[in-house]
T-cell receptor, first 117, second 111 residues
Framework: EAQVTQNPRYLITVTGKKLTVTCSQN?????MSWYRQDPGLGLRQIYY???????DKGDVPEGYKVSRKEKRNFPLILESPSPNQTSLYFC????????????????FGEGSRLTVL | GEDVEQSLFLSVREGDSSVINCTYT??????LYWYKQEPGAGLQLLTY?????DMKQDQRLTVLLNKKDKHLSLRIADTQTGDSAIYFC???????????FGKGITLSVRP
């Protein structure tokens, strides 16, 4: 089954304790992205990756890191989490790479709810 | 920057039609999308329209695109309780073809 898998789905942590949210897709998609969803603010892009070893900042990259060593994986790293990073995080992937030769549909994971105390 | 605007909340009675609106500023978008987010889940593509189309119909869904007014709408006919969700308008914008989402509208369907 085609899917985007995120782990963990729920996490409560404390300020400053490094954590990683993993994301894996099995659709051979070039494009992957991380979003955070907050009430009243909608979806905001954190980082995205057009292909392996190619990553770029989105709208709200501060406090986050990503890596794209393999096509299928795109982990989100919070080196020193703070309470303002409490949010619902979504990973997404797509065949679309900017050339727009397909519908550009984004496939989303189920979300990871992170609470930083 | 790119702007995609949506209202935040809509309540309709079961069986009525729902109309969800979206306005945007970037007129160069190639594809415009509607995503649906059910409670506790990620977003799923509901439907999309190519920018050279004015209308697209898919069963109970009708998408209307007014390029002159930069206005996109989604009409759901015979709205059901299972349609209760958050609906996001999204479009490809900018030189790097970034996908920009609206803030999402919560559709509540009452019996």
């Amino acid at each position: 089954e085609a899917q985007v898998t995120q782990n963990p789905r729920y996490l409560i942590t404390v300020t400053g304790k490094k954590l990683t949210v993993t994301c894996s897709q099995n659709m051979n998609h070039e494009y992957m992205s991380w979003y955070r969803q907050d009430p009243g603010l909608g979806l905001r892009q954190i980082y995205y990756s057009m292909n392996v070893e190619v990553t770029d900042k989105g709208d709200v990259p501060e406090g986050y890191k990503v890596s794209r060593k393999e096509k299928r994986n795109f982990p989100l790293i919070l080196e020193s989490p703070s309470p303002n990073q409490t949010s619902l995080y979504f990973c997404a992937s797509s065949l679309w790479t900017g050339g727009i030769r397909n519908t550009g549909e984004l496939f989303f994971g189920e979300g990871s709810r992170l609470t930083v105390l | 920057g790119e702007d995609v605007e949506q209202s935040l909340f809509l309540s309709v009675r079961e069986g009525d039609s729902s109309v969800i609106n979206c306005t945007y500023t970037d007129s160069s978008s190639t594809y415009l999308y509607w995503y649906k987010q059910e409670p506790g889940a990620g977003l799923q593509l509901l439907t999309y329209i190519f920018s050279n189309m004015d209308m697209k119909q898919d069963q109970r869904l009708t998408v209307l695109l007014n390029k002159k007014d930069k206005h996109l709408s989604l009409r759901i006919a015979d709205t059901q309780t299972g349609d209760s969700a958050i609906y996001f308008c999204a479009l490809v914008t900018g030189a790097n073809s970034k996908l920009t989402f609206g803030k999402g509208i919560t559709l509540s369907v009452r019996p």
